[in-house]
C-alpha cells in the first residue's frame, strides 16, 4: 500500500499535476487524485514524511530532471511540476519536525536589485525544500543591504542568486561585495544563476558557484555542502 502511494506521487509530480482538476500532460488524468491529495492520503496512511519527500517527490523530480536535460521537457513543464512538489511540502513542513528530520541546511533566495523575474528562483527554492533544505525567499528585485540583513538575521549557509537581465547582473557583485563589506561573506556559500549568468562570471565576481538551471543548482548546493560549506 505505501508503494503505491509512493508511486502515484512520483507518477504526478512527472505529470505536474497539483490537485485532481489538473489535466497532468497524458489525456484521461483529470478527477484522478493528484499530488496534494496523494501527499494527503499518505499522511492519512501514516506513512514517513521523510518517505513520501524522498520516495515520491525527489524521485519525481529526478525523472523530471533527466526529461529536461533530454529537452523532452520545457519550462513550462519543468514549473508544473516544481509547483507540485511545492503545494507537496507546505502539506508537509508541519510534520517534519513531529518525524525529527532537520533540515540540510538554510538557503536565502533573492532575485537581482531591479530585477523583476522570479520563476527562476522559484524553481529552485522549491527544488531545494524538496532536496531538504530550508528556505528564506526574499521575492525579486532585492537590495544588497537587505540580503545582507537577512543573511545576519537567518544566518543561513547558502546565498542564491538569481538575474534574468543583463543590466541586472551587476548587482549581483553588488550583493557579495555588500556581504564582504559587512563582514559576513566568509559565513555563506553565494551561488549565482539565470539566463544572461555564466560560469565565467560567477568566478569574475566571487561567486562560490552557478546553476545553469534549478536542478544543477541544487547539486552546487550539495556539493559545496558535502564538501564543507559553512
Given at each position: ?30 478527477g ?37 536535460e ?6 513550462p ?13 507546505e ?60 543573511v ?19 548587482n ?59
Amino acid at each position: 500500500m505505501t508503494e503505491d502511494v509512493l508511486a502515484l506521487i512520483k507518477e504526478n509530480v512527472i505529470q505536474g499535476r497539483v490537485t485532481q482538476d489538473d489535466e497532468g500532460l497524458e489525456e484521461g488524468m483529470v478527477g484522478q487524485p493528484g499530488v496534494s491529495e496523494l501527499t494527503e492520503k499518505a499522511l492519512a496512511q501514516d506513512i514517513n514524511a521523510g518517505d513520501i519527500i524522498k520516495r515520491g517527490l525527489t524521485a519525481g523530480m529526478d525523472i523530471v530532471g533527466q526529461k529536461f536535460e533530454a529537452k523532452e521537457y520545457y519550462i513550462p513543464d519543468m514549473l508544473a511540476s516544481a509547483e507540485a512538489v511545492g503545494a507537496a511540502m507546505e502539506i508537509l513542513e508541519p510534520h517534519l519536525a513531529k518525524s525529527g528530520i532537520k533540515s540540510k541546511g538554510k538557503v536565502v533566495m533573492a532575485t537581482a536589485k531591479g530585477d523583476l523575474h522570479d520563476i527562476g528562483k522559484n524553481i529552485v527554492s522549491i527544488l531545494l525544500r524538496g532536496a531538504g533544505y530550508t528556505v528564506k525567499d526574499l521575492g525579486n528585485d532585492v537590495a544588497p543591504q537587505v540580503i545582507v540583513a537577512a543573511v545576519k538575521e537567518e544566518k543561513p549557509q547558502f546565498v542564491g542568486l538569481s538575474a534574468l537581465l543583463t543590466s541586472t547582473m551587476v548587482n549581483m557583485k553588488d550583493t557579495i561585495q555588500a556581504l564582504t563589506d559587512s563582514g559576513l561573506r566568509d559565513e555563506v556559500k553565494v551561488i549565482i544563476g539565470g539566463a544572461p549568468v555564466s560560469e565565467e562570471f560567477a568566478h569574475s565576481i566571487g561567486a562560490d558557484g552557478y546553476g545553469a538551471d534549478g536542478f544543477d543548482a541544487v547539486r552546487v548546493v550539495e556539493s559545496l555542502d558535502s564538501a564543507g560549506g559553512n
